[in-house]
C-alpha cells in the first residue's frame, strides 16, 4: 500500500514539474527578463572621417560630371565644395597627399560654376564638429530661394527668412550642426559674428537672446528652434538684429573657433602653401 502511495507521489511531483517547467518556458517566450543595455559609443577617428568625407567628395564629383544639366546640380556644388573645406582644412594630414591633390584640382573645377555670393556657410572644427548654415539676406533669399530651401530640405524656408526680414528686421542664420565624432553627446556651440583688424578678431555682434512674443508665436507657426541648446543632426535658427553687421561668421566649441565660409578657393589657396606642416588650427 506504502509503494502505491510512493508511486502516485511521485508521479503527481513529475506532472507538476514538467507543468512548472512548461510555463517557465512560456513566460520566458511571452515576456523576456528585461536587462539594461549599456551603451557604448564608438567614437569615429579622423581618420574614418577623412575617409568618409573623401568617399563623399568622390560621388559628387562623378555625379556633377555625369549629369551636367541636371537641375540638383547647384546644391551638389555646395556640397561638395562643404566637403572639400573639411578635407583641406582640417583632415588633410589623415589622407595621401594624392587624395588632397585630386580634392585641389576638382575643386579648382568647380569653383567657377559655385554661386558667388552663396548663402550656404559650412566649417569643420579640429575637434569634429561639421557646421552648415543658411544666411539670409535681402537679394540672396529670392534669388537662390532653391538652393536655400533644398539645402535645408524645406520648401518655405527661403519665404521664411523673407518674412524675418521685411516684417521682423531681423537676420536669420540657420544652422546645422553634426558631431563627426560619434559621441553620442549633443555639442555645445557659439555663434558670433566676428571681424579681423589688426590681426586679431574683433567680436561685432551676438546673437539675439530674447524674442518678442510675436516672434515667438511666428517660429511655433513655422517649427522653428530658437531656444535652447542646438541637438546633434538637428537645425537651430540663430537670430541677429537686421542692421548688425554681419561681416564673418565664426562658431566656436571646445575651445576652438572656425570660420563659416561659402567659397573655399582662398582656403585651398592656404592650404597648398601651407602643406607638409602637422599644425591644425582653426583660425
Known amino acids: 500500500m506504502i509503494k502505491e502511495i510512493c508511486a502516485m507521489l511521485l508521479v503527481c511531483l513529475a506532472t507538476w514539474h514538467q507543468a512548472a517547467k512548461a510555463t517557465f518556458y512560456e513566460e520566458m517566450k511571452e515576456s523576456p527578463p528585461k536587462v539594461e543595455q549599456q551603451v557604448r559609443t564608438h567614437v569615429v577617428s579622423n581618420d574614418e572621417i577623412a575617409k568618409k568625407l573623401l568617399q563623399e567628395y568622390k560621388e559628387l564629383v562623378h555625379e556633377?560630371?555625369?549629369?551636367?544639366?541636371?537641375?540638383?546640380?547647384?546644391?551638389?556644388?555646395?556640397?561638395?565644395?562643404?566637403k572639400a573645406n573639411g578635407i583641406l582644412n582640417v583632415y588633410d594630414d589623415y589622407l595621401k597627399d594624392s587624395d588632397v591633390d585630386w580634392v585641389i584640382e576638382n575643386q579648382k573645377k568647380l569653383e567657377g560654376k559655385l554661386p558667388s555670393e552663396s548663402p550656404v556657410y559650412f566649417g569643420y572644427s579640429t575637434s569634429g564638429i561639421h557646421v552648415m548654415a543658411i544666411r539670409s539676406s535681402?537679394?540672396?533669399?529670392?534669388?537662390?530661394?532653391?538652393?536655400?530651401?533644398?539645402?535645408?530640405?524645406?520648401?518655405?524656408?527661403?519665404?521664411?527668412?523673407?518674412?524675418?526680414?521685411?516684417?521682423?528686421?531681423?537676420?536669420?542664420?540657420?544652422?546645422?550642426?553634426?558631431?563627426?565624432?560619434?559621441?553620442?553627446?549633443?555639442?555645445?556651440?557659439?555663434?558670433?559674428?566676428?571681424?579681423?583688424?589688426?590681426?586679431?578678431?574683433?567680436?561685432?555682434?551676438?546673437?539675439?537672446?530674447?524674442?518678442?512674443d510675436g516672434l515667438k508665436a511666428f517660429f511655433m507657426e513655422n517649427s522653428r528652434v530658437v531656444e535652447g541648446k542646438i541637438k546633434d543632426k538637428t537645425w537651430k535658427m540663430f537670430l541677429f538684429d537686421k542692421h548688425d553687421p554681419m561681416e564673418q561668421i565664426i562658431f566656436a566649441h571646445d575651445n576652438h573657433y572656425t570660420f563659416l565660409e561659402n567659397n573655399n578657393l582662398e582656403l585651398i589657396e592656404l592650404n597648398e602653401r601651407s602643406r607638409g606642416s602637422n599644425e591644425q588650427s582653426d583660425y
Not at 541636371?70 to 561638395?80: E, H, P, T, V
Not at 530651401?149 to 526680414?165: C, I, K, Q, W, Y
Request: proline share 2%; charged share 25%.
Open 138 to 212: 535681402e537679394s540672396g533669399n529670392q534669388k537662390y530661394a532653391r538652393l536655400i530651401n533644398d539645402v535645408r530640405n524645406d520648401s518655405n524656408e527661403a519665404a521664411l527668412l523673407n518674412t524675418l526680414l521685411e516684417e521682423y528686421n531681423t537676420a536669420g542664420f540657420d544652422v546645422f550642426v553634426e558631431d563627426l565624432t560619434g559621441s553620442g553627446e549633443d555639442p555645445t556651440i557659439t555663434i558670433q559674428s566676428v571681424k579681423m583688424e589688426d590681426g586679431s578678431i574683433k567680436k561685432v555682434a551676438a546673437p539675439m537672446t530674447s524674442f518678442s
Open 64 to 82: 556633377l560630371e555625369t549629369s551636367a544639366d541636371s537641375k540638383d546640380n547647384q546644391l551638389k556644388l555646395i556640397m561638395a565644395a562643404d
